[in-house]
T-cell receptor, first 115, second 119 residues
Framework: GENVEQHPSTLSVQEGDSAVIKCTYSDSASNYFPWYKQELGKGPQLIIDIRSNVGEKKDQRIAVTLNKTAKHFSLHITETQPEDSAVYFCAASMGQPGGSEKLVFGKGTKLTVNP | DARVTQTPRHKVTEMGQEVTMRCQPILGHNTVFWYRQTMMQGLELLAYFRNRAPLDDSGMPKDRFSAEMPDATLATLKIQPSEPRDSAVYFC?????????????????FGPGTRLTVL
């Protein structure tokens, strides 16, 4: 089955700096890669996602890149703010078009943004 | 606003007792997932349903865990008997799947979770 590795497990940055979290996946059939943010005491919340037919996607201060050949994808957060502090999870899915399919998650990265 | 609800939010129980966790998916969603989160294993899928039918429960220990959807507005996860190693946060998530829709990958919306402690 699919296996998702995520690095680093913890990341501390100064406010205003950039943060990068990297994930690799094992199954070349995976075609959908969401990123979730989990704040303390809450459920994960989708922040951005990318499909395998796209190499990069941006949404304001966050961006995700995907390298299908190398089977890795990354989350980039620019101009970090203290409210970005949370645990971030990458995931992979062999989703069907139109589907909401099961996700395999990485182990998470605890991001701390220091004021 | 629409959100997934889970009850109870916290549960402390003794080993051997039955535990039932409930989830109300977002109205109109036809896919429901149960995940378990622990420090060691992270987020693991236990089971998921589409249109109330189980699609995959391979992540669930069958001897003690069971998941059902009595109706479209309620999903349940039951552990009987519970063991200390079941202590975790259990999340329910819901989403919409329309197999007739091309090139659309639909978000899973997570509930706030049930924190289970088995003593």
């Amino acid at each position: 089955g699919e296996n998702v590795e995520q690095h680093p497990s913890t990341l501390s940055v100064q406010e205003g700096d950039s943060a990068v979290i990297k994930c690799t996946y094992s199954d070349s059939a995976s075609n959908y890669f969401p990123w979730y943010k989990q704040e303390l005491g809450k459920g994960p919340q989708l922040i951005i996602d990318i499909r395998s037919n796209v190499g990069e996607k941006k949404d304001q201060r966050i961006a995700v890149t995907l390298n299908k050949t190398a089977k890795h994808f990354s989350l980039h957060i620019t101009e970090t703010q203290p409210e970005d502090s949370a645990v971030y999870f990458c995931a992979a899915s062999m989703g069907q078009p139109g589907g909401s399919e099961k996700l395999v998650f990485g182990k998470g990265t605890k991001l701390t943004v220091n004021p | 606003d629409a959100r997934v609800t889970q009850t109870p939010r916290h549960k402390v129980t003794e080993m051997g007792q039955e535990v039932t966790m409930r989830c109300q998916p977002i109205l109109g969603h036809n896919t429901v997932f149960w995940y378990r989160q622990t420090m060691m294993q992270g987020l693991e899928l236990l089971a998921y349903f589409r249109n109330r039918a189980p699609l995959d429960d391979s992540g669930m220990p069958k001897d003690r865990f069971s998941a059902e959807m009595p109706d479209a507005t309620l999903a349940t996860l039951k552990i009987q008997p519970s063991e200390p190693r079941d202590s975790a946060v259990y999340f329910c998530a819901s989403g919409w799947a329309n197999n007739a829709q091309v090139n659309s990958y639909n978000e899973q919306f997570f509930g706030p979770g049930t924190r289970l402690t088995v003593l």
